[in-house]
């Protein structure tokens, strides 16, 4: 992960891009050198670890350096600022996870989603593994070509996409309707669970409950697969609207 050692840069990233912070490391003896920064971190809702001196030699090479952050190797898209751009934007498209655990999946959704261009990834703060240097290799590029949004609670911000105008569907394997019947060209978010399903407050949230179809004898579908499926049906729909 990308570490910055610089004060201003550390404290732009705190007041301005919060998201982008991953944790605070400091020199337990000489936390007094950071407390503004530590304050900081705690207001944005940023984690900080008191560490030993030892610990930062091993990360930071430099002479003097008493504390770093640590950031995330791509940047995320501030949820309030995001929300700005969901009211200018003409029926976006738009997906949200309930937790992200596994790199492989999260890589190739976002190669997904790079290919299909969607108008934002939703992910929670705290059950979404973060983007590697794994998963950027395994998205192929990709995760430059998406808005990527990491919410504090998920269903909450859902709710705020909801008084925007714009529909939340739930996917589940157990959801009433099929997902080709239901219309994906309006202002959407699709949801989908983490590997285990959506979690019971998530899914209250959604409007309607919608489901891929498939066999009875083998119904699983991994995470990617279910999102390249849902999106792809969006942008079929969509295209058909423009004809």
């Known amino acids: 992960m990308p570490y910055l050692i610089d004060k201003d840069d550390i404290r732009r990233i705190l007041e301005q891009r919060p998201s982008s912070a991953r944790r605070l490391y400091v020199e337990k003896e000489k936390a007094y050198l950071a407390s503004k920064f530590i304050e900081l971190a705690k207001m944005k809702g940023v984690q900080f670890k008191l560490v030993p001196e030892a610990a930062i030699k091993a990360k930071i090479k430099s002479k003097g350096v008493h504390f770093f952050l640590e950031v995330e190797p791509c940047e995320y898209l501030e949820p309030e600022k995001f929300l700005e751009l969901i009211r200018n934007r003409e029926s976006p498209l738009i997906f949200a996870f309930?937790?992200?655990?596994?790199?492989?999946?999260?890589?190739n959704i976002l190669r997904s989603a790079g290919s299909f261009k969607v108008d934002g990834i939703i992910v929670p703060k705290d059950r979404s593994c973060p983007v590697t240097e794994r998963v950027i290799?395994?998205?192929k590029g990709g995760y430059k070509h998406v808005k990527l949004v990491r919410v504090t609670n998920?269903?909450?911000?859902?709710?705020?996409l909801k008084d925007l105008d714009v529909a939340v569907f739930g996917l589940d394997e157990d959801g009433e309707t099929a997902i080709y019947d239901v219309d994906l060209t309006k202002s959407s978010c699709l949801v989908l669970g983490r590997e285990d399903g959506l979690r019971s407050l998530t899914r209250k949230k959604c409007d309607k409950i919608i489901k891929i179809p498939t066999s009875r004898d083998f119904p699983s579908l991994n995470l990617a697969s279910c999102f390249a499926i849902a999106l792809y049906e969006a942008k079929r729909q969509r295209s058909l609207r423009s004809i």
């Open 154 to 160: 998920l269903p909450r911000y859902l709710e705020t």
């Open 98 to 107: 309930d937790g992200i655990y596994d790199p492989q999946n999260f890589g």
């Open 137 to 139: 290799e395994i998205s």
